[in-house]
Nanobody, 127 residues
Framework: EVQLVESGGGLVQAGGSLRLSCAASGFTFEDYAMGWFRQAPGKEREGVACISHNDGTTYYSNTVRGRFTISRDNVKNTVYLQMNGLKPEDPAVYYC????????????????????WGQGAQVTVSS
């Protein structure tokens, strides 16, 4: 059974940091590109970061570039999202996802290309 389980969400003051983790099981993690997406109430889902399956190539949306860092540990089958400098516009449910047909040295945050999704982790930022 495929599982993606996010953890590390919570409440933080503006300017603070959180690290989200996503533990994967049930598929060959190293063969999948991984992405982080978020969705705030009343807003469309936004792809914020992704990491390729093979060489660590990353991509970030303009809204988080320079503040968030995505990384992966192919031994622990886990992808991380380090979020620094959190802003009042960052609160959302954050989802990790796995893309099973990745290109070499490339990833995208196009949601429909992702095969598996986690249940989400709530991130709240107080001002």
């Amino acid at each position: 059974e495929v599982q993606l389980v996010e953890s590390g969400g919570g409440l933080v003051q503006a300017g603070g940091s959180l690290r989200l983790s996503c533990a994967a099981s049930g598929f060959t993690f190293e063969d999948y590109a991984m992405g982080w997406f978020r969705q705030a109430p009343g807003k469309e889902r936004e792809g914020v970061a992704c990491i390729s399956h093979n060489d660590g190539t990353t991509y970030y949306s303009n809204t988080v570039r320079g503040r968030f860092t995505i990384s992966r540990d192919n031994v622990k089958n886990t992808v991380y999202l380090q979020m620094n400098g959190l802003k009042p516009e960052d609160p959302a449910v954050y989802y990790c996802a796995a893309e099973g047909n990745p290109s070499i040295g490339y990833c995208s945050t196009y949601g429909p290309s992702y095969n598996f999704w986690g249940q989400g982790a709530q991130v709240t930022v107080s001002s």
